[in-house]
């Protein structure tokens, strides 16, 4: 195990996915806050400082909240630079947003290489409604080794996600 | 760059810098904090002590020094409830200059121009949606390809209609907890509606525990009486199907009867102003709808237009002299009964 790595004590994440996925009001539940119901867009990219406990020890994660893409925006690369993982989030009731999440990975390897990373599929409290099947969720898992199901409405499965992908980072089993 | 009159300059600097709220940071060897200066409070900078690690107080330029390039703009990024800035990070090797300039008005109104856009982009789809659950993908397509028009006042189509009903539903329900009754229907509704739309009907209407089908709608291939026909059989066969699985489960089971109906009817737009929907009135709405009503459990009752057009299948049917509410006298009918189990 790397300790160096371990006492690091503050890591930079960055919080991605198409527009309108729920990214803004999941780091709102993360960071202990609660569920705005009116949709309010992000400008840029909005940062925020969440502690977390890993292996018994407070960290901190910077955490980006960027912008999300659509046809009229590309998320500028410089946003990225320097982070230590990232969190891709897609909308289960919105299908494309789960292709858009994969189509940035593969954006994201090129300019940062390998890191550590989960996929969050939020709006878990409307799965009745959901365009992602279990077949469309299985094909996920084998091309993100993490997927989640979320609710940032109800705040449920945000902590474990984040919490594994604070592990990895900080090389915690 | 072409050197410019002093003057000129300066207009041009004071033009760019006014009401950009400048700060900065001045970090030197090991990303210490050497000097800083300008609105930094503004952009939720505060209590900054020289000498000392810059990531420290101010995080956000975690993971970003030492810059491995000479420069790098990070354009509006807002720090908690600061203001926002575009933030630049200048470095010579060893020291760095980190400079916020915040937006100014309209930047951040052509920013919240490009986001409603991609709102409306977002709002296309989700109504996109709606309409493809509510009409089938199908129709979608077709109206908006324009190669059928439905009008508004009305007109005359030869369409064959398709009624569907769980019976024994409202007992089912009365005996059952909500939860219960909207999940089961749920189910069986899929069940029903599925074949509606692989075989090309507008889904006309769901009404509690029953659906209509319009075919003839989109023009394909097969007759709408054939389409008809073909989608009752598939009805019944899933529902056959998820009744055995339910029973092994020792759940409760439903089932389900079919009227059809075909001849002329008025397709069009009827509601007010403020709310408007694609509908289907005739004689032979009517008659499916009451041929529904008298169709026995895993039962389709056809009128006779209906069994004319299903050569392939007549064998399958039986003639019976039925008396429907609301329609004077006998009126001929056909009927196909599916062994539940």
Redesign the interface.
Known sequence: MDSAMQNQR???ICVIGA??VGKTNIISRFSGGGFNNR?Q?T???????VTVAVGGRLK?L?VWDI??E????RI?P??L????GYVLVADGT?S?TCDHALGLRSRLREYLGTLPHILLINKDDLS?VW?VDKEGLAMLRRQIQSVYTVSALSGSGIHDAMDALSREMWGVK | MKALPKEITTYLVTHALEKRNPAYLFIGRNNVLKEFGGDTAVYGIGGLRRGEAVVDQVPFLEGLLPLRQSSLILPCVQIDTGRRADVHIISDGSRHWVLLLSLVDEEIEHLRLLEKASEHNTLLERHTKILDQYLGKELVKALDEGQIKICESGERRHVSILFADIRDFTSFSEMNAPEVVFATLNHYLDAMIKPLLEESAVVDRIMGDAVMGVFGILTMAVSPPHQAVVAALKILTAVRDMNQQLAKAGKSILEVGIGISTGPVAVGILGSTVRKTFSVVGHHVNLAARLQDQAEPFEILVDENTFKEIVAYQRGFRETDIVLKGLTGQVKAYAYRMQSA
């Not at chain 1, 400008?43 to 400082?49: F, K, P, Q, V, Y």
């Not at chain 1, 659509?70 to 925006?73: G, M």
């Open positions: 503050r890591k930079k527009s309108a949709y867009t400008l840029g990219a909005h940062i925020t400082r901190e910077v912008k999300g659509s046809d009229f925006y500028s410089a946003y630079y320097g982070c230590d919105r494309t009745p365009d």
